[in-house]
T-cell receptor, first 119, second 113 residues
């Protein structure tokens, strides 16, 4: 089975440019998460969706960041304009709900990450 | 709020040594607990999980027991290999934090031949 697919795997861009990261969740999963990983701050949850609807975007750093999920099989994270401090690994992850979600400890599956460098 | 605390790394061991990486948590209610592993240049992979007190998660020779009385979920392996070198993340998921996985800061393990 295909896992969570992210693109691009690596991107180097100049400050001020727009960056778009893409994610295809595992088929049938109804939750999608965007995480950012840096040395300084570790893993941070930026935003998550349920059934394509953004549920919690409190982790989005600022207005330069936006995320969309137009359908169940695709999501984007956009940074406009990008800044050097946005350099990080951005992970997309997906999960599915169960009838009684908390009793089973839903597993979240991560993509391989998009490694962004803003110079 | 809910949180996870891991021992700081890096942890450096010789091959075949015993491994313990400590993890304690703070949560209301009854969280599910996880260990994720990140190999160099890769994303996170679920290593093991436990969903209720006294459960033991195990996978690839790694084990962790959900200890509610000590709010801990320490990761252990009896004999590490060079291929176990990676960063290990303890995490929790709790009802009052919806579907947010709350991660610890990660512990880097380096196993020398």
């Amino acid at each position: 089975d295909a896992g969570v697919i992210q693109s691009p795997r690596h991107e180097v861009t100049e400050m001020g440019q727009e960056v778009t990261l893409r994610c295809k969740p595992i088929s049938g999963h109804d939750y999608l998460f965007w995480y950012r990983q840096t040395m300084m701050r570790g893993l941070e949850l930026l935003i998550y969706f349920n059934n394509n609807v953004p549920i919690d975007d409190s982790g989005m750093p600022e207005d330069r960041f936006s995320a969309k999920m137009p359908n169940a099989s695709f999501s984007t994270l956009k940074i406009q304009p990008s800044e050097p401090r946005d350099s990080a690994v951005y992970f997309c992850a997906s999960s599915s709900t169960h009838r009684v979600p908390w009793s089973s400890g839903n597993t979240i599956y991560f993509g391989e990450g998009s490694w962004l460098t803003v110079v | 709020g809910n949180s996870v605390t891991q021992m700081e790394g890096p942890v450096t061991l010789s091959e075949e040594a015993f491994l313990t990486i400590n993890c304690t948590y703070t949560a209301t209610g009854y969280p599910s607990l996880f260990w994720y592993v990140q190999y160099p240049g890769e994303g996170l992979q679920l290593l093991l999980k436990a969903t209720k007190a006294d459960d033991k998660g195990s996978n690839k020779g790694f084990e962790a027991t959900y200890r509610k009385e000590t709010t801990s979920f320490h990761l252990e392996k009896g004999s590490v290999q060079v291929s176990d070198s990676a960063v290990y993340f303890c995490a929790l998921s709790a009802p009052d934090s919806s579907y947010k996985l709350i991660f610890g800061s990660g512990t880097r393990l380096l196993v020398r031949p």
